[in-house]
């Protein structure tokens, strides 16, 4: 059984050139993924022998599980097995006093019909996720279809997503529907900022440096396009 879908957020106020993504109000035994954690200064934690610490980290720290989805290529049938294993996972993490932050990397669809995408976007938001990027099918059916999908058939887009979209290597016309979803507090292309338990954490997002190698020929791109590899690397650093 799916859980239900939580209502959208509030737009997600864009500052500074970062976009602050609102606290979720999603249970917290709603999450799933692939747990790696981590150490982040902060308070003190439980140590455990999974812990990897990071170079000069210091005695106290916070846990931080990772997790995260991507390249499910419209396994819907799935979806009940990832839900239960976020949930899971997102238990271990909490009761072990570590904080969960929960990514989606891309390519939830391929190809297929309009409709897909706008499944894609109802499971996504089952997820409750801190942040999402794009891979290269997300733009499958153009830019039009993933940035307002369809209202006239009652299709969604990622207006309609309650998570903030990062991608930073994309080159983006004013014009085109991302820059709309910018402007709506939907979208950034440069980084986000997701509050938990008075700690701040920095999220990046990149698509394929490759991507306009992926796209089938005739998609209505509205002119975006991806930025070669080596100034990716720039930009994330």
């Known amino acids: 059984t799916l859980l239900p879908e939580p209502p ?27 747990a790696m954690p981590f150490a982040a200064p902060g308070p003190s934690a439980p140590r455990s022998p999974a812990t990897l610490l990071l170079p000069g980290a210091p005695t106290d720290y916070d846990v931080v599980d990772l997790m995260h989805l991507n390249d499910y290529h419209e396994a819907f049938e799935e979806l009940p097995r990832i839900v239960t294993a976020f949930r899971e996972l997102s238990a271990k993490s909490g009761a072990a006093g570590h904080t969960p932050l929960r990514f989606f990397a891309g390519d939830g669809n391929i190809s297929g019909e309009a409709e897909d995408w706008d499944m894609n976007v109802r499971v996504l938001n089952r997820l409750g996720l801190d942040a999402a990027t794009t891979g290269n099918h997300e733009f499958d059916h153009g830019v039009p279809m993933l940035a307002y999908g369809d209202p006239q058939k009652g299709l ?20 085109s529907g991302l820059a709309w979803l910018e402007r709506q507090g939907r ?6 900022v997701v509050e938990r338990d008075g700690q ?12 306009s190698k992926y796209v089938h020929g005739g998609t209505d791109m509205q002119g975006v396009s991806p930025i070669e590899f080596k100034e990716t690397a720039a930009l994330i650093q």
Do not use: E, K, M
Not at 9 to 17: I, M
Not at 187 to 192: C, I, M, P, Q
């Open 200 to 211: 701040r954490y920095g999220v990046i997002g990149a698509t394929t440096p490759t991507l």
């Open 8 to 34: 959208l957020t509030t737009p997600l106020p864009v500052a500074a050139g970062t976009l602050s993504a609102v606290p979720s109000t999603v249970p917290p035994d709603a999450w799933q993924a692939q």
């Open 156 to 175: 969604r887009g990622l207006d309609q997503a309650n998570f903030p979209l990062l991608c930073v290597n994309l080159t983006v016309p004013d014009g």
């Open 187 to 192: 979208w950034s292309h440069t980084s986000a």
